[in-house]
């Protein structure tokens, strides 16, 4: 499956941003789908995870101000970024993983299968 991700741009502390992730078939319902996210000079981060099940995961420093989501008969995943802080720059990339997602795996970026190009969010104080 390939991915786009896309929706990311400039705002202030404390806006808000809706990011989106299109895949290109239906096996997107097959697969578990992340967002991560790396800051510059940074390593890739787990932001967020939704499962085929709806199941959703999040980093302590999103809980509360991110909420992910999908939908399947569109092919869609989404990522919305309420009460965004500085520390939240950075280039967000939504991948996905038809072996199914844990608690424990969740945080590895490479044992995601496909990965979007990636989208550049900036936060300014």
């Known amino acids: 499956v390939q991915l786009q991700a896309s929706g990311g741009g400039w705002v202030q502390a404390g806006g808000s941003l809706r990011l989106s992730c299109a895949a290109s078939?239906?096996?997107?319902?097959?697969?578990?789908m992340a967002w991560f996210r790396q800051g510059s000079g940074k390593e890739r981060e787990f932001v967020a995870v939704?499962?085929?099940?709806?199941?959703?995961d999040y980093t302590d420093t999103v809980q509360g101000r991110f909420t992910i989501s999908r939908n399947n008969a569109k092919n869609m995943g989404y990522l919305q970024m309420n009460s965004l802080k500085p520390e939240d720059t950075a280039v967000y990339y939504c991948?996905?993983?038809?072996?199914?997602?844990?608690?424990?795996?969740?945080?590895?970026?490479?044992?995601?299968?496909?990965w979007g190009q990636g989208t550049l969010v900036t936060v300014s104080s």
């Open positions: 078939d239906q096996t997107f319902s097959h697969y578990d």
């Open positions: 991948a996905t993983d038809f072996e199914r997602i844990t608690s424990a795996t969740m945080w590895n970026f490479w044992r995601y299968d496909y």
């Open positions: 939704i499962t085929r099940s709806l199941t959703t």
